[in-house]
C-alpha cells in the first residue's frame, strides 16, 4: 500500500512539472466572447453537435462509452481483489498499463490518420477500444 500511495504521490508531481512546463500563451478572449455566459457557450456548443450528423454520433457514441465504462472501472477492482485474488499492486500495474498505452497512442494516431483516413481510424479505434473490456 505504501508503493502505490508513493507511485501515486510522483504521478501527480510529474504532472505538475508537465504543466508548468508548458511555455504557450493562453489566448486572450475577444471582446465580443467577454460578454457570454457558460451556459449561452454550452448551449451553443450542444446545438453545433446537434446538427452535425458525425458530431451527434461522436457524442452519442462517447455518452454509451463513458456510462458503461464506468460499471466496468468499478467492478474492475472488485472482480480482480475478490474473484482473481490479484494484489492491489498488480491491479494498480495493470490500470497504469491502460495509461501507458493511451499515451502511446497518442504517438501513433497522427500516421494512423493519414495513412487510413479519420473515419476507418475513428471506427477502427472504437472497435479495439471495445476488446479489453470485453
Known amino acids: 500500500m505504501p ?9 501527480f508531481v510529474s504532472s505538475a512539472a508537465c504543466v508548468f512546463s508548458i511555455r504557450h500563451p493562453e489566448p486572450l478572449r475577444k471582446e465580443s466572447d467577454s460578454g457570454k455566459t457558460v451556459w449561452s457557450e454550452i448551449n451553443e456548443g450542444l446545438r453545433a453537435v446537434r446538427r452535425s450528423p458525425v458530431l451527434s454520433t461522436l457524442a452519442g457514441c462517447e455518452v454509451l462509452r463513458n456510462f458503461f465504462g464506468m460499471f466496468i472501472g468499478a467492478l474492475y477492482v472488485l472482480y480482480g481483489l475478490r474473484e482473481l485474488g490479484l494484489s492491489p ?3 494498480g500495474i495493470t ?5 501507458v498505452s493511451n499515451l502511446l497512442g497518442t504517438l501513433v494516431v497522427r500516421r ?16 479495439v477500444g471495445c ?3 470485453l
Do not use: E, N, Q, W
Open 95 to 99: 490500470v497504469g498499463v491502460g495509461g
Open 3 to 11: 508503493l502505490a500511495i508513493l507511485l501515486d504521490a510522483v504521478s
Open 112 to 127: 494512423t490518420t493519414l495513412r487510413f483516413g479519420i473515419g476507418r481510424t475513428m471506427v477502427s479505434a472504437a472497435v
Open 131 to 133: 476488446i479489453g473490456p
Open 89 to 91: 499492486l498488480f491491479i
